[in-house]
């Protein structure tokens, strides 16, 4: 039996069968699929300890960006707008993560 230790080791695979290959490969698969798992959990608990996402009035968003409310109003495609209903909402995170995009490392862009 082909060990994955083996593999990932770089030992020669000295005339493995077909039916080898494909038990390697299923454990691989599977080992795999764990990792992804575990590494989507802790980034998922990183997002529950989190501070929780605040919805914006225009008004609020707009002194965020040091904008007018009708500039704001006039662009409902951008990222951080949120619709409920017939009412528009700003994602608080999405606005910040926004500013700190355009801004550029330290501020300078």
Known sequence: MISLDQ???GAALDNPSRAELIAALARCTA??????AALLASREST???AAPDRLLDVRAAAKMLNVSCTWLYRRPDLPFV???GS??????????Q?????????GVR
């Open 47 to 49: 997002a529950i300890g």
């Open 87 to 96: 009412r528009i909402r700003y994602s608080e995170r999405r606005l910040n």
């Open 7 to 9: 593999v990932a080791e």
């Open 82 to 84: 949120t619709r409920i």
């Open 98 to 106: 926004f500013i700190s995009n355009r801004s550029g490392v330290n």
């Open 31 to 36: 080992t795999q699929a764990r990792l992804i």
